[in-house]
């Protein structure tokens, strides 16, 4: 099961080195205490020997050569970072270089109308798309145990958030590529369990921010410093 004293835990969150001192960026870096690229040598083997399996491989060859076409110019020197690409055009981008056709589109039904319109831009790239919504299938929330002071909308029937049948649905139609749109936190990770084809996300879920999660992080050492006193 591993050590379980959490000094030794990786942080690599934590780590105060700059990007050019760190050891997973320069050969001649350091590492601070906890450091995974010095440490844990046998399970770095096993991940590369999973790299070595020829259709994942291919599926992170073609990922990292998509990390670098998101950038301009990449031939001027000095290089400057340019961004010039997307998330949802590198999705279509990344799903041509893997030939992948078909789609699966699993949302919130809370925002259908920017489902609609991603499903719309997916089809302009030529993919076929199936799009299921969060709440598909009309499952009480009584079957898994919800009681009335627990729902939403409170003295009505309510119907539970539905990703394992979004996923064994998406898995039955036999889609290439799963997109999750804006499932709420614990319904997105039950997608990810049950979901057999690869799954990238397009947005998550932040009600208070307009799906930018990042906003509270933000502003969390000025106007939102709630967030770190909880």
């Known amino acids: 099961m591993g050590d379980k004293n959490e000094t030794s835990f990786p942080s690599c969150a934590a780590c105060r080195l700059r990007l050019e001192e760190r050891i997973c960026w320069s050969r001649g870096g350091s590492a601070p205490q906890g450091c995974p690229t010095v440490l844990h040598r046998e399970i770095q083997k096993e991940a590369q020997r999973e790299y070595d399996v020829p259709e994942i491989n291919e ?23 340019q961004p010039t690409k997307t998330r949802i055009i590198e999705i279509c981008e990344f799903a041509r270089k893997l030939k992948y056709e078909r789609l699966g589109l699993a949302f919130c039904i809370g925002i259908s109308r920017e489902a609609r319109k991603v499903e719309e831009i997916f089809k302009a ?74 799954v990238t996300v397009l947005a998550v879920k932040d009600r208070v921010t307009g799906h930018n999660p990042l906003a509270a992080i933000y502003l969390a050492e000025t106007y939102y410093q709630k967030v770190k006193r909880p």
């Not at 599926?59 to 301009?72: D, G, L, N, P, V």
């Not at 993919?127 to 598909?136: E, L």
């Not at 394992?164 to 290439?176: G, T």
């Open 59 to 81: 599926f992170a060859r073609q990922a990292s050569i998509q990390e670098a076409e998101a950038y301009a110019n990449r031939h001027e020197r000095p290089y400057v970072l």
């Open 125 to 198: 790239h030529d993919f076929q798309v199936v799009s299921v919504n969060c709440k598909a299938g009309r499952v009480p929330k009584e079957r898994i145990g919800i009681r009335e002071e627990e729902k939403v909308f409170q003295g009505t029937e309510e119907s539970i958030c539905n990703p394992i049948y979004q996923a064994l649905l998406l898995n039955y139609l036999k889609v290439d590529l799963n997109v999750a749109l804006g499932l709420c936190v614990g319904h997105d990770s039950l997608f990810f369990k049950y979901a057999e084809a690869p």
